[in-house]
């Protein structure tokens, strides 16, 4: 993760804990970028902007990029962000570019959460076709085991 900050920012300094409880999160390294060569208050490292800003075409700070090696770079926000904000942010561009694996993208993603493939349903035993409880258990351990 790329940070891009000003020291005398405030809005740099409120986005600067939620990016690094994101890396955190993810196992990711943030790379602290100055724009004006001073670090935030309590930032121990960073490092001096030399022309990324501007061949990100950032126009604002506090500005958030996910770098994607080798030689990817996708600005994620420009202003302030919640973490919320930012992690979905995370979650769209890493699927995008396939980091993610695909039992991991379809916990994230809404549209395919709980759905289960026509053949699952299709192999139904018919017993339970009968029975509300016994259809819901099969689905339940079907889902389960799309999940798990």
């Known amino acids: 993760i790329w940070f891009f900050f000003s020291s005398d920012c405030p809005y740099c300094r409120m986005q600067y804990d939620p990016v690094k409880h994101l890396a ?22 960073y490092v001096v902007d030399q022309g990324q800003s501007r061949a990100l075409e950032l126009k604002v700070v506090p500005a958030v990029a996910l770098a994607i090696p080798p030689d990817t770079v996708v600005v994620i926000s420009q202003g302030l962000l ?11 561009v890493a699927e995008q570019h396939n980091l993610i694996s695909e039992k991991y993208r379809r916990l994230i993603n809404v549209n395919d959460r709980g759905v289960l493939p026509p053949d699952v349903l299709r192999n139904v035993p ?20 799309q999940y798990w």
């Open 82 to 92: 919640s973490e919320s904000a930012m992690d979905n942010r995370i979650l769209l």
């Open 24 to 45: 955190e999160d993810y196992g990711m390294i943030v790379y602290n970028v100055s724009l004006d060569g001073k670090p935030l208050p309590g930032m121990e490292h």
């Open 126 to 145: 018919e017993e339970d076709m009968d029975d509300p409880a016994r259809m819901v258990k099969y689905i339940r351990n079907e889902l389960i085991k």
